[in-house]
């Protein structure tokens, strides 16, 4: 069936997520986003929040549907120039760490709930967890396409890949990647940086 074809994929992509996880960076990796294309596309592989909250996107979409990934666009564009033009929001780094639980919370209510959930209100949130990470760089950047360009770039590939496998995985896959998200981003909102 479906995870018989998936099995051999599954641990050269577990591999490849932990070697991420124990390179990354601390949940307040934010600062660095005027440092070229190179630091642009490592950001969204190295760094711990934004890795775990893509990871989470792309499970989203795979367990509620792919129309999710549009919500997610928006939100990453609407939060890049709100915070491109000064926009702040209080307690925003906590919220990013918050918006990876977010993410793990939806797939598992979706799942207990047994009801098809409501697209405009899940891809309204995954929008809005995106659009909070996104807000926190557009603060930092100064106009450098370059850097952009390389984190739209890994950050397409991470939740492609993450749809991808978890799209062909046994439902109950996408469940434990959603129990991990959900303490992962607890645990980042509550140890320092």
């Not at 996880?21 to 630091?39: E, F, R, T, V």
């Not at 950047?141 to 360009?149: D, I, P, V």
């Amino acid at each position: 069936m479906r995870s018989s074809t998936l099995r051999p994929l599954l641990l050269p992509a577990a591999a490849g997520l932990g070697l991420s996880l124990l390179s990354a960076l601390p949940a307040q990796a934010h600062g660095i986003a005027d440092a070229g294309l190179a630091h642009g596309f490592s950001h969204p592989i190295t760094g711990l929040d934004h890795l775990l909250l893509l990871v989470g996107v792309g499970g989203v979409a795979a367990y509620i549907g792919s129309s999710v990934l549009l919500f997610a666009l928006v939100g990453a564009v609407a939060g890049a120039v709100m915070g491109s033009l000064g926009g702040t929001l209080p307690g925003a780094e906590l919220l990013a760490a918050l918006a990876v639980s977010a993410m793990g919370a939806v797939i598992l209510a979706s799942r207990r709930s047994g009801q098809g959930p409501s697209l405009g209100l899940i891809g309204t949130l995954v929008a809005m967890a995106i659009a909070i990470h996104a807000l926190l760089h557009g603060q930092e950047a100064s106009g450098t396409a370059s850097w952009w360009l390389g984190a739209a770039l890994a950050s397409t590939l991470v939740v492609g890949l993450s749809f991808g496998v978890l799209r062909q995985a046994h439902a109950r896959w996408t469940v434990l990647v959603a129990a991990l998200l959900t303490g992962a981003g607890l645990v980042l909102a509550v140890v320092p940086a």
